[in-house]
Nanobody, 120 residues
């Protein structure tokens, strides 16, 4: 099994910043991709950014130029730096990690989510 633990959410004022972290642990042989998704009340979960094993990144148009994804391969941890936050960024943020487990089987795990609220 692979477990993900997210941290760093909270309440922030508009134009403020937050940094989310997600640490993966357990039966990990290799990680092929990591990403962040979010789900606002009454809306579907949406992908906001991903990073491949090789470091290639992709961003949703709504966060380009404001959010930055990065990772620490040695610690199996992915980060999300969020700047210039807007009220519409309010959502539960989930990390996702996929790869190969030590059993040789692929895995795709989700974190439990962390609340980000942008409000004055």
């Amino acid at each position: 099994q692979v477990q993900l633990v997210e941290s760093g959410g909270g309440l922030v004022q508009p134009v403020g910043s937050l940094r989310l972290s997600c640490a993966a642990s357990g039966s990990i042989l290799s990680i092929s991709g990591m990403g962040w998704f979010r789900q606002a009340p009454g809306k579907q979960r949406e992908m906001i950014t991903t990073i491949s094993g090789g470091g290639s990144t992709d961003y949703a148009d709504s966060v380009k130029g404001r959010f930055t994804i990065s990772k620490d391969n040695a610690k199996n941890t992915v980060f999300l730096q969020m700047n210039s936050l807007k009220p519409e960024d309010t959502a539960v943020y989930y990390c996702n990690v996929n790869g190969l487990s030590t059993s040789g089987r692929p895995f795709a795990s989700w974190g439990r989510g962390t609340q980000v609220t942008v409000s004055s």
